[in-house]
């Protein structure tokens, strides 16, 4: 730490009036600790599993266990973790004014797409703004060519793989900010606050986080995931989805025969993908704009399926992209025949943006904080779906913060330990805002 950040933890510190009670150097070192905390997590391998376990991958089991131990050292109340592996504590309200309950989550899995066993962490301190080598015999380069926001954290320290497993940050970093914001406020209890809960959930990366999310125990009126990417990152709007399987009934002669009789299911399959605007697909869409995926096609001449995703950020263009479906539907049943074609759609999640509107005040209560703290706040639309937006749709509304990290879901993942103190400080200073309005 260098001296200039002590400046601005010190001042940081006269903002929460604790200057007489702690000193720069007991803020840095409970910052310093989210470090730790970040490379102890990681160790635990947390790979999320598309099959459809109840409770859970064990690995996210045993680092639930841990961090229950942990929150009771720490002395926060109501620690509990289910059979389906969700920990919840709560640290109470410790003045008389009314504060709203403030909630904090993050998850304790990690992609199913790259491997998450023996994580190796490499650490870079000083980093000097040069390629990153990840590992040497397969020649696994983290480039500034290919990641130039590396060059945003010259002289910082990085935390990155070793170029054989995904890091982890996503979102054990939120896990261990998180923590050591607890820790600090625990440690501090002449820091006023209202009352605080915070939960850590199990399956998220496999879109389950919020299916057994108890919000009644939770016990928040609202809350943030802190489960987002660079510093900065504040995000309150994401897609709103659905999914549809698209059946396509053929009709199978001897191809000898076959003249004015066969019905091939492949070609309807592929006549029916071609009515779709070329230029609405993912690979051709960005910021605000929507699109139709097509998933999963397979098929004989009997029978095929399509399977697509739907996706826009506007819920009456998502009704309309619904409905445009249902007529190609209906259009080339026209031409082929009553039957020919069924289409089933469903919902899967919406924008939370409509449930954040009504409570914008957490929205803009983060974005102060972090100016507040010296971030620069990076306010864009998630185009994909969080555990937030369900939660938001479920009564608890809940945007989402950046936890530090870069290039989740892969071997490129790396966070450098600023931002995550920086994570830790815009909590404090969320709560601490709220402790103030
Ligand atoms: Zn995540």
Redesign the pocket.
Known sequence: MRLDQKKVYCRYIENLSLCALSTAKGMELSMKRVTERFLKYIKFDTMSSEEDTVPTTQGQIELAKVLVEELKIMNMKNISLDENGYVMANLPANTDKVIPALGFIA?LDTSPDMSGLVVNPQIIEDYNGLDIQLHKENNIVLSTKDFPELLNYKGKTLITTDGTTLLGA??KA?IAEIMTAMDYLTNHPEILHGKICIAFTPN??VGRGANYFDIEQFGADFAYTI?GGPIGELEYENFNAAGAKVSIQGRNIHPGSAKGKMVNAILLAQEYANQFPKDETPAETEGYEGFYHLTNIHGEVEKAELRYIIRDFDSTSFEERKERMLKITGRLNEKYGHDTFTIEIKDQYFNMREKIEPVKHIVDTAERAMKAVGVVPDIRPIRGGTDGARLSYMGLPTPNIFTGGHN?HGKYEFIPTYAMEKSVEVILKIIDMYSKA
């Open positions: 998850h996503d979102d939120g998220e990366e489960d989740f």
